[in-house]
């Protein structure tokens, strides 16, 4: 019951130094229980609420994958195509992939990048050189990479000629009734924002993500997650 959940949620933010805690409960499809705990932000002593925008960071992902699933509905994209079907010119003739002269792109499809087993890693950046490279053969192995929902995103702008923040606004947030989520920054979102903390204590500020990033760029509230997901285990709209 919800009383037992506030006194756990208490107990443990205690025990690990939690500043904030935002927890939702579904089951069968429907929220049941939705609550807040703790600061957005301590210095402050501004409460974390229920409405409070956070990072969606890659929890994007599976949100990204619900829309990409209705065009597969649709039949306005298959899951096993290559990218060499998928994409008007050789994705090494992108910027962003110059230096990709690996030929085993072309067997990438979007099936490997929702299963995250493209062979890269999850960043460049992470790699000693900051350059993109296969680890394993695509298809081969699990490694979770945002690297290819970078590349995801491309296959929706590209081949299916569509603006992925809107797609994302219409096709998912709006139809769950999500008022307090996008994949950019919005000013509305200032007035009931969390702040984060490093594992020094710091406050480290909201950024204030200018750009659609299939990876990773979606705000959002524990309040709208809560619908987001109850639709998804619902199976709305597939």
Not at 79 to 92: C, E, Q, R
């Amino acid at each position: 019951d919800s009383a037992a959940i506030d006194s756990t949620a208490a107990e443990l933010m205690a025990r690990e130094g939690v500043q904030g805690l935002a927890v939702a409960l579904i089951d069968r499809g429907q929220v049941v229980f939705v609550s807040a705990y703790g600061f957005r932000n301590v210095e402050r002593r501004l409460p974390l609420t229920p409405a409070t925008v956070m990072y969606g960071a890659s929890l994007t992902k599976a949100a990204v994958a619900y829309l990409v699933l209705q065009y597969v509905d649709e039949g306005r994209l298959r899951l096993d195509d290559s990218l060499p079907a998928l994409l008007p010119k050789p994705l090494p003739e992108y910027e962003d992939y110059k230096g990709l002269t690996d030929p085993r792109w072309r067997s990438l499809t979007p099936r490997m990048i929702l299963n995250h087993t493209t062979g890269f890693a999850n960043f460049r950046w992470l790699e000693p050189d900051g350059a993109l490279r296969f680890h394993s053969d695509p298809g081969a192995r699990y490694g979770y990479s945002g690297e290819g929902f970078y590349i995801l995103q491309l296959i929706l702008e590209e081949h299916l000629k569509v603006d992925v923040g809107a797609e994302m606004q219409r096709r998912v947030f709006d139809r769950f009734g999500l008022t307090r989520t996008g994949m950019q920054w919005r000013p509305d979102f200032a007035d009931n924002l969390a702040d984060g903390y490093g594992t020094d204590g710091k406050m480290e500020p909201h950024d204030e993500r200018s750009s659609v990033s299939a990876a990773g760029s979606m705000d959002t509230s524990i309040e709208d997650q809560a619908l987001l997901w109850a639709g998804i285990v619902r199976g709305d709209g597939l």
